[in-house]
């Protein structure tokens, strides 16, 4: 397992979402409140970018159908109404050092 530097701390703000790109991997960095989240950014529903989708009361919301995870595990915590359940996102280990967000992948 690899850490690598996907952002400066203090440029995103409360509920912002970013997609980056590392070693081909493209990973949701997610911030909630002081904390930094990483999760796979398609949807597991129909693989809309959730770099589009909002935060709401700590859960991440994928705009296409509503489906709601949970941005610190990926968990699903409400499938689409009427889609039967979905996969949870992949979820990535975050911290902050130096004032880099760092995520950490293989
Ligand atoms: S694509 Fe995300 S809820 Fe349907």
Redesign the pocket.
């Known amino acids: 397992m690899t850490w690598y530097k996907v952002a400066k701390d203090g440029n995103m703000k409360d509920g912002d979402l970013a997609k980056v790109k590392v070693d081909g991997i493209e990973v949701l960095i997610i911030k909630d409140g002081d904390n930094y989240f990483a999760t796979s950014y398609l949807?597991t529903?129909?693989?809309?970018d959730?770099s589009e989708g909002f935060m709401d009361n700590h859960e991440l919301i994928?705009p296409?159908?509503?489906?709601t995870f949970n941005p610190k595990n990926g968990e699903v915590i409400s499938p689409?109404e009427g889609?039967g359940s979905i996969s949870p996102l992949k979820s990535y280990k975050t911290k902050v050092e130096n004032g880099d967000i760092m995520v950490e992948l293989q």
């Open positions: 949807c529903h129909e693989e809309y959730l994928c296409n159908h509503f489906a689409p889609s």
